[in-house]
């Protein structure tokens, strides 16, 4: 499990995803601002709903958002230059079914 608080990975998730509040975030991810706030804080853990708007609110992988990534740093694929294959949006789309085996695997 990461070292870094669930408040902490949202936050760094939204400066990545470049979301300028939390209130807007909040708004994305369709909680209250005081939710969030409280989660943020650690005062009131995420339930997994709310885990779950945040990442698709995010952009991000839910299981990297609640600290169980487990393969992200063993994941290497490759794309073909002539293919037309996104890598960055190819990646993206293996990690989440890999983590999800994983997840299940445990």
């Not at 300028?20 to 005062?43: Q, Y």
């Not at 885990?51 to 992988?61: E, K």
């Not at 487990?70 to 290497?76: E, M, N, V």
């Not at 694929?77 to 997840?103: H, I, K, T, W």
């Amino acid at each position: 499990m990461s070292a870094l608080s669930t408040g902490a990975r949202i936050e760094k998730a939204r400066l990545a995803a470049q979301i300028a509040s939390r209130r807007e975030l909040a708004d994305k991810a369709g909680i209250s601002p005081s939710t969030l706030s409280r989660i943020i804080a650690g005062t009131q853990p995420a339930k997994a709903n709310e885990l779950l708007a945040l990442a698709m609110a995010l952009g991000c992988n839910l299981a990297e958002l609640a600290g169980i990534a487990t393969t992200a740093g063993h994941l290497q694929c490759g794309a073909r230059p002539d293919s037309g294959a996104n890598f960055e949006v190819m990646r993206e789309q293996l990690l989440q079914f890999f983590e999800l085996n994983s997840y299940l695997d445990e």
